[in-house]
Structure formats: C-alpha cells, structure tokens
C-alpha cells in the first residue's frame, strides 16, 4: 500500500468494514471510504488505476464487481488485481474445507476447534472462499480490458499456514510470526499455473 501512496497524488481505500484495513489507510495517508465493492460509490471514469487485492474471492457477485471496476477506471487506465489461484491444491483453501470435505471438517473442528470467528464470517458471507483461473477472469471482465502482465506466486506452505492460522487459539504469536516470514519467501517464488496467488495487471482500451 505505501507504494502506490507514494506513486499517486491522492488515493482512496474502501472496505465493506471498518478496522484494521481502515488504519491501515489512515497510516498511510489515505482516504478510507466504507462501502461495497459491488456497488462503487464513485462517478465514471474518475481514477487512473484501480487495485483489487484479495477481494474478488469474498464477492458475492463478482461479475458485477468487475463491471464497477469498469466503469470508475479511465480510459487507458491500469487494474491491478489478485486473488488465489485456481491450482492443483486449491482444495486445501481453509475456508472451503467444511464444504468440500464434510466429515474430515466436523472431526477436525471436534479436535481443534477451527471454526473461528473470522472463518464463521467468511462461510456465513460466502459460501465459497473462490480460486481464479485467468481464464475464470476473463469470463467476468468486461470486453475492454487487455492483460499486460500475468504473475503466479507461493505454493504449498501458504495452504499450510493460512491452516495453521486458523488455529490461532493454540497457536503462539512467535511461532505465527516465525511461519509468515516462511511464507513471504515461498510467495516470492514464482511455481506457474500451479501457485497459490495470482497477480495480473489489466489495461482498460
């Protein structure tokens, strides 16, 4: 976040809550605006970029996102967007866990209590925390949009981590600060159309 802070005149952040993420922006000198993502409250064709980060998989409706992106990026304008990736061990995703695997969820959560508050949200929100092919993309955006760029990022261990999280209760802060910092490093790798992350960068025509 600081360093589209420090490549723009004025940005803008919004989130359907209030909190962490509104700090955060009030750190960075940023206007934070609560509102959804499916209903952007901005004029036509007002910002040069636009950043979606993990958020397209908490959506409702994604294709109507996409359409709001569309319509508040400028012509010639950049999206930058991410979100995980459809790959071989997006079944391992925590928070699909309860629908995929039914039986497996309710004896592990019997055990170690997984079930958090934050996971509770997600489930009650969406039903399905959702992975994207490029392809899966491209059939939600708009017409208008040309990919520059297309980046995959981080394997096997952010599965394991984000688990390990959920696990917050039993788990230490030092030793979930120790697994983010493994984490950074495997997300900087880059393992193809097999990573957890993907990250594209879209140019409005």
Known sequence: MS???TKSTK????????????EE???????F???NAEELP??????DVVVMSEVLEHIINPARAMKGVERVLKKGGVFLFTAPNKGALDFLDVLNLKHRFP???????????IESDIIRA???????????????????LPGNFKIET???????????????????????????TFLYKIAKYDYGIHYGSISYGLVLKFRKL
């Open 3 to 5: 360093r589209i802070r």
């Open 11 to 22: 940005s803008i952040g919004i989130d359907i809550r209030s909190g962490c993420f509104e």
């Open 25 to 31: 922006c009030k750190a960075q000198n940023i206007n």
């Open 33 to 35: 605006i609560n509102a």
């Open 42 to 47: 901005f004029k036509d064709s007002i910002f």
């Open 103 to 113: 039986k497996f969820y309710c004896y592990f959560n019997a055990i170690f209590k």
């Open 122 to 140: 997600n489930i009650k929100e969406n039903p399905f925390h959702r992975h994207y092919s490029v392809q899966g993309l491209k059939d939600i």
């Open 150 to 176: 297309i980046q995959y990022h981080g394997f096997l261990l952010c599965y394991i981590i984000d688990i390990i999280s959920s696990l917050y209760r039993k788990t230490t802060e030092r030793t979930l």
